[in-house]
């Protein structure tokens, strides 16, 4: 069985997903049109970021595809929009140059994943693919009522809990081993939280973690997964991940957290520390990943917190 034929065999359900591709390059259009018609999408084409808000006004959609610099509204203009009109549309962005700073930006906005041009095309089929894996979650969910039922989320922090989270990082490590991609695990524990709860009460530490929850989250792609392991500590799984790359993440959540106020009304500081894993620099199975990540925690404390450790420090 070829990549595309085990990819499209390993989508979930039959309904289809309903996509919306914004581009004023007609050479775009086609072949994103093309190829995940191919797959079984209900694909919309739009050559302007106006023609698409209109589209979106008539009738809603799971995914959108959206170029950054069009001329009128740019990609950014269409996020916004889109995600009025339906928060839990995953949008999808398009960046012709190699700038990070662009795609955080509209990571920031809300967007769930991106692109570059020139496409690779395999890359492009996984990010939708799991975009519509999300949207199928987020339906059944909605079917049932209330999303906890699906019995996934920490009551506390609205994080993923730790059952989902080994579900996802087992589908995840499957799915870089078949497509070679790569993968990074963060292990986060806030450093000397029995010391705020014994300070400022339990209501307080309960505050602590549900911000610390927030930071994460907010601070993440959506294609990435935060959850909370348990305690005063959270995973994260950082999707398509180089080891640079997630060591790079881990130091911007330290110091986020370390320069935010997390206990209103006084000048405690919160800080944490992180362990890393990388696949498949580090390891190749899910426990040895967290094994590894954990390793790499307490070190991290041993150290004397506030850090961030990994197997090789020179990344």
Do not use: W
Not at 135 to 153: C, E, H, S, T, V
Not at 279 to 292: C, H, I, Q, R, S
């Amino acid at each position: 069985m070829t990549e595309i034929a085990i990819m499209e065999s390993n989508r979930i359900g039959t309904d289809k997903i309903r996509v919306l591709i914004v581009d004023d390059e007609t050479s775009v259009r086609t072949l994103l049109s093309e190829v995940l018609q191919g797959q079984g999408y209900d694909v919309v084409a739009a050559s302007s970021g106006e023609e698409a808000i209109e589209l979106a006004k008539k009738s809603p959609f799971e995914i959108v595809i959206t170029d950054m610099r069009m001329p009128g509204i740019s990609g950014v203009e269409v996020i916004q929009h889109v995600k009025n009109l339906n928060n839990d549309c995953c949008v999808i962005v398009i960046t012709a140059y190699a700038s990070v700073e662009s795609a955080v930006e509209a990571i920031r906005r809300g967007a769930y994943d991106y692109i570059t041009k020139p496409f690779n095309i395999a890359t492009m089929r996984i990010i939708v693919d799991r975009a519509a894996e999300r949207q199928r979650l987020l339906k059944d969910a909605r079917q049932k009522d209330k999303f906890q039922q699906l019995a996934i989320l920490d009551t506390l922090t609205d994080l993923f809990n730790k059952r989902y989270f080994e579900e996802v990082l087992e589908k995840e490590v499957v799915r870089a081993k078949r497509y070679r991609l790569q993968l990074g695990l963060l292990m986060i524990d806030i450093d000397n939280f029995k010391l705020v709860n014994d300070t400022f009460g339990h209501l307080t530490g309960d505050r602590v973690l549900q911000r610390v929850g927030g930071l994460l989250t907010n601070s993440i792609r959506r294609a990435d997964v935060a959850a909370r392991y348990g305690g005063d500590e959270f995973v994260i799984i950082a999707t398509q991940s180089a080891k640079e790359d997630t060591y790079d993440l881990a130091k911007r959540l330290r110091r986020l957290v370390e320069q935010t106020n997390l206990v209103e009304g006084t000048d405690q500081k919160i800080t944490v520390s992180i362990g890393i894993s990388s696949y498949p620099a580090d390891a190749e199975e899910k426990m040895k990943l967290v094994g590894l990540a954990d390793k790499m925690l307490y070190e991290a404390k041993r150290l004397g917190k506030n850090r961030v450790c990994l197997t090789d420090e020179k990344v």
